[in-house]
């Protein structure tokens, strides 16, 4: 087994031979942001089905109304995905929604930028809009610790800009939103990721789980899925 500290995380690749170095993440180190660990939550669910969650856009109305999505503003506007093939990651770019309330800064409704991406099966960031400086992007990245195939326990860390919100409100903001999606998430039936075709009807807003779920096939990922 190897072991490797980075990003405020340890990380273990169980076979002790990593296909790859561990992913780049500037945005860590980058002048002028705010780091925050805002600690790990239990899940109930496969880390696979915890990572496609993080890369929906379509839930953003209904389970984080008022914050993140409003109805009727409910449609996913088309973005664009692509896969890096000399990182191995898959980006989804281009994405754009409305959120009345983007983050703890946030004092007013805007047109969120985002942008997506997998590095690892059970790890992903997620770019958006800083609200303080709408021309550069906050960072969030999610990683999930699992306990076996059905239990995880979810690490959220932030990259932000925001020079006046405090640390508990920033964590307070993360949790609130984190705790919407729990329900949401240990009540999925499966708990682990279907993988076979057709298993569930994809939509066209649901661009980046496709190929999510093509890409964790096609490198032939089989813990935390449906067998
Ligand atoms: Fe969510």
């Given at each position: 087994m190897l072991v490797l500290e980075a990003y405020g995380y340890l990380w273990v690749c169980p076979s002790g031979?990593?296909?790859?170095a561990l992913f780049a993440?500037?945005?860590?180190?980058?002048?002028?942001r705010r780091i925050v660990d805002c600690d790990g939550i239990g899940v109930s669910v496969s880390g696979l089905r915890m990572v496609e969650n993080f890369l929906d856009m379509g839930h953003f109305p209904y389970?984080?109304?008022?914050?993140?999505g409003e109805v009727p503003q409910t449609e996913v506007a088309k973005y664009d995905v692509s896969v890096d093939e000399s990182a191995d990651e898959i980006w989804a770019t281009n994405c754009r929604f409305y959120q009345?309330?983007?983050?703890?800064?946030?004092?007013t409704g805007l047109e969120v930028q985002y942008a997506y991406r997998v590095m690892q099966p059970m790890s992903a960031m997620l770019y958006k809009t800083?609200?303080?400086?709408?021309g550069e992007m906050d960072a969030i990245g999610l990683f999930v610790q699992p306990h076996d195939e059905d239990h995880i326990t979810a690490y959220c860390l932030l990259s932000y800009f925001d020079d006046t919100s405090t640390e508990t409100d920033l964590i307070a903001f993360q949790h609130t939103i984190f705790g919407q999606d729990k329900p949401i998430l240990e009540s999925?039936?499966?708990?682990?990721?279907?993988?076979?075709?057709?298993a569930e009807m994809p939509t066209r807003c649901d661009a980046m789980s496709v190929a999510y779920r093509r890409w964790l096939s096609t490198r032939g990922t089989s813990y935390g899925t449906v067998r």
């Open positions: 031979q990593p296909r790859k993440f500037p945005e860590f180190s980058q002048d002028g389970v984080h109304a008022s914050y993140l009345p309330r983007t983050s703890k800064a946030a004092t800083a609200f303080p400086r709408p999925q039936v499966p708990k682990r990721m279907p993988l076979q075709l057709g």
